[in-house]
Each structure stands twice: as structure tokens, then as C-alpha cells.
């Protein structure tokens, strides 16, 4: 059996985190291994858990989503980090990039995007949300 991809998870909205854990942890390759409300309690416990992924809310209070991922790339995490965001917004798709993330979705995406998109940032791979690609490519 391979191991699970162990998932961290930070969204400043406990339901749609509760939502996401479930659906997470229904998967059988996957586990959700934490998770906090804010992107300070991010930064501490994905360095003290070590997940594979940490899928971070851009909108957080205390840390952003991209302040957090500055944080933990600065302490040397080996987490990859999938940026999860409502906002189709180029200016934070490219610094989300910029900054080391592995990938961008929109809160909007089908629950089997978010899957793949996890499952693809495991494997090594950058995963942008569709809709956002024309962002770079235009550019």
C-alpha cells in the first residue's frame, strides 16, 4: 500500500474546513494530518508536523496565505503548498508563484478538481487552476 499524502489544512472559516477534512479523509490515498485558523498557527504547526502538502488559504487573519508561504519556505519546510483563494486575481497567482507555491485553486473549484490538484502538487507537479492559466500565458 504507498502512504498517504498527508494534508495540512488552514482556512480562517472552521465549516468549510470541517467540509474539506471530510472529504480529504474520505479519500483513501489521502489524511488530514491538521489544521489551523490563522496563517501564524500555519506556520508553527506545518513546520512541527511536516506534511506533504499545506493547502493555505490566501485570506487569513494574522498571516496571509502568502506571508505564510514566505514563512515556511524562510524555515525550510519541505511541505509543498497548494494556495486555495476565492479571488481569480493574477497580481496573487504570480506572487503566490513567485513566493514558491506549488499550485493555485479557487475556492469555486468541483471537489474532484480539488483532489486532483492536491494528488498533482503531491506527485511534484504545479497545478493552476484552469480558468487562471490564460493569466501567465497572456503574459
Same mark, same amino acid.
Given at each position: 500500500m504507498t502512504p498517504r499524502i498527508r494534508v495540512f489544512l488552514a482556512d480562517d472559516h472552521a465549516v468549510l474546513r470541517a467540509g474539506l477534512k471530510m472529504l480529504i479523509d474520505a479519500q483513501p490515498d489521502m489524511k488530514v494530518v491538521g489544521e489551523a485558523e490563522d496563517g501564524e498557527e500555519a506556520v508553527e504547526r !506545518? !513546520?512541527? &508536523? =511536516? %506534511? $506533504?502538502? *499545506?493547502? &493555505? #488559504? !490566501?485570506?487569513? %487573519? =494574522? &498571516? $496571509?496565505?502568502?506571508?505564510?508561504?514566505?514563512?515556511? =519556505? *524562510?524555515?525550510?519546510?519541505? *511541505? =509543498? !503548498?497548494?494556495?486555495?483563494?476565492?479571488? #481569480? #486575481?493574477?497580481?496573487?497567482?504570480?506572487? *503566490?508563484?513567485?513566493?514558491?507555491?506549488?499550485g493555485y485553486i479557487l475556492k469555486k473549484a468541483a471537489d474532484s478538481e480539488l483532489m486532483a490538484a492536491l494528488r498533482a502538487v503531491a506527485r511534484g507537479e504545479v497545478y493552476i487552476y484552469p480558468s487562471l492559466t490564460h493569466l501567465l500565458v497572456n503574459r
Open positions: !506545518v !513546520v512541527s &508536523l =511536516k %506534511p $506533504d502538502i *499545506a493547502l &493555505l #488559504d !490566501v485570506n487569513m %487573519p =494574522k &498571516l $496571509d496565505g502568502l506571508e505564510a508561504l514566505r514563512r515556511l =519556505k *524562510a524555515a525550510s519546510s519541505q *511541505a =509543498k !503548498v497548494l494556495i486555495l483563494s476565492m479571488y #481569480d #486575481d493574477e497580481g496573487y497567482l504570480r506572487r *503566490a508563484l513567485e513566493t514558491g507555491a506549488s
